[in-house]
């Protein structure tokens, strides 16, 4: 069964780049919001936030310029890392986003997302990314995969911090628009 699932996984390689040249058509990359987390931002949250006892505060940078990308997909990493976060949590704690420029390197920008649940274990975190690995029983393993892949198709960059215990905070780096940036 395990390589099944590595073929299967192999194969679906070239149709996940194919289906996502394809869908560059359809959604334009358009400039987008970090700072205010304008994409259309997660500002209604729900989804069980309020009535979990989870509190979520936002750290967020106005004034930075937007980034170039496509709204719908950015939402998507936002609310599933949310969900995420949410999900670790249970009831109870804090979620925090924030964004800002990164220290020491000029024209990118990043959300951190960080929770204050029981952190990831050393290994799960070297797996967190891997397509169909999950630790939810009713998780696909595809929430992470696919982020990852939208994150890394605007040119940015994801990152997964955690200690058990100490929580787990992801790292989003982004280009931030500009004239010398590729459409």
């Not at 149709?15 to 560059?24: I, K, N, Y």
């Not at 106005?62 to 997909?73: F, M, R, T, V």
């Not at 990831?120 to 029983?137: A, C, E, N």
């Amino acid at each position: 069964m395990h390589h099944a699932t590595l073929s299967a996984c192999a194969a679906l390689g070239p149709a996940e780049r194919a289906t996502q040249r394809v869908l560059g058509f359809a959604h334009p990359r358009l400039a987008v919001e970090v700072g205010g987390l304008r994409f259309p931002g997660p500002v209604g949250l729900g989804g069980g936030f309020d009535k979990n006892g989870i509190a979520v505060r936002r750290a967020l940078a106005l004034n930075l310029e937007p980034i170039h990308g496509d709204e719908s997909a950015l939402q998507q990493v936002v609310m599933n890392l949310l969900t995420n976060a949410r999900d670790a949590l249970g009831s109870g704690g804090e979620i925090s986003l924030e964004t800002s420029l990164v220290p020491g390197r000029p024209g990118m920008a990043r959300l951190t997302v960080h929770d204050s649940g029981p952190g990831i274990l050393p290994d799960v975190l070297s797996r967190i990314f891997d397509p169909f690995y999950t630790t939810k029983s009713e998780g696909t393993g595809l929430g992470l995969s696919i982020s990852y892949g939208i994150v890394r198709d605007h040119k940015g960059t994801i990152d997964v911090e955690s200690l058990p215990g100490q929580g787990a905070t992801f790292v989003l780096t982004f280009p931030i628009e500009g004239e010398d940036m590729p459409t």
